[in-house]
């Protein structure tokens, strides 16, 4: 199947990335939010973005033309009839997800493929859901989606071979590098990485080192452009604790547990960037 025309739910940072990414790579992408105003916020966020790296010749304006000629912003979730790729990017909630994709399956094409950008729900379970687990694939995008090339591609035992190799070459087709695996609680980045987010929490609650301490470690010992606790400021400690709680639940084991910190820090609603307070950010 030729996928010209994506349809993509949920205009917050990653499902308006992912619509960006879209259209950047040359497919029309129709972008909605049930929250009124949402998608046209997103939208001059998008061209604002575009707008910014023309002014620092990272993009020509023509390039941005086209960009911007083919996003769309979406009146109702009845324009997924006219996709053939139609992904949803909303909140980390199973209940929710799979009310969505259960409206997609009677709106969207009989042919079309359905996908979730969920970064640790059971991709199984979505399939299923809605209602054409045969073609249903999870696409994990990673933040900022237009600049980060990697998609991990979640492939469940009820996806077609047929709508798998499509999804690759929808990857593909955008300039994204997607990456195989099996539906597993955390996939590849999330089980190897946010344990790590979690150890450094707790490396701060037992009082073994300080923040800055703790993250000049890891940049200079292993090199990483951020320290973890910064890290888990940008990626959101609410998203942080979510993942720890899909692993814990999905693998048990001790090392899975969310630090006390971690839980403590979301309730005071200290998400890291998105809320100006948090590990590294608002303690002046």
Known sequence: MDIERVFVVGAGTMGRGIAQAFAQGGLRAVLYDAAPGVAEQAFARIRSDLDRLVEREKM????????????????????????????EAIVEDLDAKSALLGELDTICPLDAILATNTSGLSVTALGRASGRPEQFVGMHFFNPAPVMKLVELVITADARTDVVATAVDLARSIGKEPVRVKDSPGF??????????NEAILLLEEGVASVEDIDTAMKLGCG????????????GNDITLAVMDGL?????GEKYRPADMLRSMVQQQRLGRKTGSGFTVGNE
């Not at 083919?70 to 009839?81: K, M, N, P, T, Y």
């Open 188 to 197: 590849i980045v999330n089980r190897l990485l946010i344990p790590m987010l």
């Open 224 to 235: 990483f452009p951020m320290g973890p606790l910064e890290l888990s400021d940008l990626v």
């Open 248 to 252: 814990h639940a999905g693998l048990s």
């Open 60 to 87: 020509t304006e023509e390039q941005v033309a086209g960009i911007v000629s083919r996003l769309q912003v979406a009146e109702s979730l009845d324009e997924a009839a006219s996709c053939q790729f139609a992904l």
